[in-house]
């Protein structure tokens, strides 16, 4: 059975650091896509960040540029979403999506096949 299991959201400051796992169970990670989303209340769903298969690609949405790293072990079947400088605005449920055939906008929700059920994200003082 396919799975992924996002862990390791939580409240925190502004300023603040977290880092996201988003581990897979009944297949391997290292020949997918794989993206981050996050979802607001009241606002759709909207790519955060995207990692190829061989890791050698990664592509990040603007409001998060220069703060959030994406990562992936394949050893370890995971990936990483580590987020910095945390604001207000980064508050959302966190999501990790699959694609396991061609990529071609990373951002777009619809062209991935398989989702975590999300991990809470709250930036708050």
């Known amino acids: 059975q396919v799975q992924l299991v996002e862990s390791g959201g939580g409240l925190v400051q502004p300023g603040g650091s977290l880092k996201l796992s988003c581990a897979a169970s009944?297949?391997?990670?290292?020949?997918?896509?794989i993206g981050w989303f996050r979802q607001a209340p009241g606002k759709e769903r909207e790519g955060v960040s995207y990692?190829?298969?061989?890791?050698?690609?990664?592509a990040y949405a603007d409001s998060v540029k220069g703060r959030f790293t994406i990562s992936r072990d394949n050893a370890k079947n995971t990936v990483y979403l580590q987020m910095n400088s945390l604001k207000p605005e980064d508050t959302a449920v966190y999501y990790c999506?699959?694609?396991?055939?061609?990529?071609?906008?990373?951002?777009?929700?619809?062209?991935?096949?398989?989702w975590g059920q999300g991990t809470q994200v709250t930036v708050s003082s």
């Open positions: 990692i190829s298969s061989s890791g050698g690609t990664t």
């Open positions: 009944g297949f391997t990670l290292d020949s997918y896509h």
């Open positions: 999506a699959v694609r396991t055939s061609y990529l071609n906008h990373w951002y777009s929700a619809r062209q991935y096949d398989y």
